[in-house]
């Protein structure tokens, strides 16, 4: 970061008018044999709220320097994707990952549909998740797939135990959880 000095504020302030930023900065190095950059003029400008007053949008009728081109090819063209062609990160359907959330997803169809394993092995067993509910992780793993530890709640049993911490590290004790749950549901329910 560069510390102006005040002669170099009063030169700054004197030249701004009717220059853009790049003729100042270019004339403020030669002045002061500095080799600043056109940001740090930028942010000195603004800053201290000076205005050039010149004015660098388009008017009526000028053509943009880009105009006829077919797209901006800065290079690169052979490292680009062909049609049809897969990175090199691709997983196949029926790959597994770890989510943010640090729940196991499979891959279930092209080209990113993903899905809980733990959804997936639930519905095997006990066919389509109810709308309105979720399958939680009895003892809080979400790496143990035991379908005794996949329990099914509705949103709102989970809210309260989330609300009441009611999940445990055993799943029969969330179970428990949920009647508890459940009980509070229905207490607010008669209120």
């Known amino acids: 970061m560069h510390k102006y000095t005040k002669e170099q504020v009063d030169f700054i302030k004197k030249h701004v ?41 388009f008017k009526k009728g000028q053509e943009a320097w880009n105009k006829g081109l077919k797209g901006i090819n800065f290079g690169g063209k052979e490292t680009q994707f062909k049609k049809g062609q897969k990175p090199a990160n691709h997983m196949h359907v029926g790959a597994e990952r770890i989510n943010g959330d640090g729940y196991v997803d ?9 899905r809980g394993k733990h959804l997936l092995i639930w ?56 009647l508890v749950a459940d009980l509070h549901s229905k207490i607010s329910d008669r209120k």
């Open 17 to 57: 008018k009717d220059r853009s930023s790049m003729d100042l900065l270019e004339l403020f190095n030669a002045r002061f044999g500095l080799n600043l950059g056109l940001n740090q003029i930028r942010a000195f400008k603004k800053n201290h709220n000076l205005k050039s007053g010149v004015n660098t949008s």
């Open 106 to 114: 499979i891959k279930i169809a092209e080209p990113s549909k993903w």
């Open 123 to 178: 519905e095997a067993e006990n066919g389509p998740l109810p709308p309105g509910h979720a399958v939680i992780f009895g003892d809080g793993n979400k790496q143990n797939f035991d379908l005794d530890n996949l329990i099914l709640v509705s949103r709102k049993q989970l809210a309260i135990l989330n609300r009441k911490n009611l999940i445990q590290s055993n799943a029969d004790l969330t179970r428990t959880g949920v």
